[in-house]
T-cell receptor
Framework: QKEVEQDPGPLSVPEGAIVSLNCTYS??????FMWYRQYSRKGPELLMY????GNKEDGRFTAQVDKSSKYISLFIRDSQPSDSATYLC????????????FGAGTRLAVHP | SQTIHQWPATLVQPVGSPLSLECTVE??????LYWYRQAAGRGLQLLFY??????ISSEVPQNLSASRPQDRQFILSSKKLLLSDSGFYLC?????????FGSGTQLSVL
């Protein structure tokens, strides 16, 4: 079993839709959770960084962590064609700075 | 502000040829530096990380090596490339406990 599971998609939605992207994990020691956005042939860009459980909002993006279920989500409101990219979740333990574990990424396509 | 430079953007190399990918960071000193590889449809795999000059930790035994000759320079090398070395290589650095990536190098070994 992989430490982090992420549905590869692709996920296709119409412009303006609410998008939900998810990851599950098996290591209960993970404390820090991240979401990256990666455009084709580009390096990943950090979108959201959260610690422990709860929600964090930044503009149209909301990151949610449910440690009891070992489940994290990224919600995108009012999705735009420019949101079309691959979204990677990542996580690590406290102090595990050099041991960031990534999901395989979900491809999202937002069509006009 | 801090920036990371990685080059070249694309590289096509024959099997058995050597490899050298370079990464430099500006605007910070003594950063933790990382090399990742991303195969098509797969997640990011950590190859090497460095916490200082000459200090290299290898995460996966393979045909690659890394060196850090200067504080803000990180180099990924191979003496003889294999077909399986093809992939998207990313340099990254850590700031405020967050990982930031360079633009990547698409390596095709033919």
């Amino acid at each position: 079993q992989k430490e982090v599971e992420q549905d590869p998609g692709p996920l296709s939605v119409p412009e303006g839709a609410i998008v939900s992207l998810n990851c599950t994990y098996s290591n209960s020691a993970f404390q820090y959770f991240m979401w990256y956005r990666q455009y084709s042939r580009k390096g990943p860009e950090l979108l959201m960084y959260t610690y422990s459980s709860g929600n964090k909002e930044d503009g149209r993006f909301t990151a949610q962590v449910d440690k009891s279920s070992k489940y994290i989500s990224l919600f995108i409101r009012d999705s735009q064609p420019s949101d079309s990219a691959t979204y990677l979740c990542a996580m690590r333990t406290s102090g595990g700075y050099n041991k960031l574990i990534f999901g395989a990424g979900t491809r999202l396509a937002v069509h006009p | 502000s801090q920036t990371i430079h990685q080059w070249p953007a694309t590289l096509v190399q024959p099997v058995g040829s050597p490899l050298s990918l370079e990464c430099t960071v500006e605007g910070t000193s003594n950063p933790n530096l990382y090399w990742y590889r991303q195969a098509a449809g797969r997640g990011l795999q950590l190859l090497f990380y460095s916490v200082g000059i000459g200090q290299i930790s290898s995460e996966v035994p393979q045909n690659l090596s890394a060196s850090r000759p200067q504080d803000r320079q990180f180099i990924l090398s191979s003496k003889k490339l294999l077909l399986s070395d093809s992939g998207f290589y990313l340099c990254a650095w850590m700031a405020d406990e967050k990982l930031f990536f360079g633009s990547g190098t698409q390596l095709s070994v033919l």
